[in-house]
């Protein structure tokens, strides 16, 4: 069963930085697909970005395109997403998903984390 854990949400000015984690353990080799999504009160879940474990170029939703970056360290089963240049609409909820490929559908991920808070304040 494979489990994920994210972590490094917060509150942030606006132009501000952060990064998350998202660790996953049990048996990552059978969903070698990684993503974040977000989902803000009263909205539908929002892709992020997603990036296989095995190679393979990321990408990311329009929203978030050239300020935010996917990476994976495979040595530590840990995918990060670094937030430039934040702004108040990317308060939400950040949530890692996990599946066997890639996807910008939440539906198609069966492996979730609980989520993590950020809060961008103008």
């Known amino acids: 069963q494979v489990q994920l854990e994210e972590s490094g949400g917060g509150v942030v000015q606006a132009g501000g930085s952060l990064r998350l984690s998202c660790a996953a353990s049990?048996?990552?080799?059978?969903?070698?697909?990684m993503a974040w999504f977000r989902q803000a009160p009263g909205k539908e879940r929002e892709f992020v970005a997603a990036v296989p474990w095995s190679g393979g170029s990321p990408y990311y939703g329009d929203a978030v395109k050239g300020r935010f970056t996917i990476s994976r360290d495979n040595a530590k089963n840990t995918v990060y997403l670094q937030m430039n240049s934040l702004k108040p609409e990317d308060t939400a909820v950040y949530f890692c998903?996990?599946?066997?490929?890639?996807?910008?559908?939440?539906?198609?991920?069966?492996?979730w984390g609980h989520g993590t808070q950020v809060t961008v304040s103008s």
């Open positions: 049990g048996g990552t080799f059978r969903t070698p697909a």
């Open positions: 998903a996990s599946d066997v490929r890639l996807s910008r559908d939440p539906s198609n991920y069966n492996y």
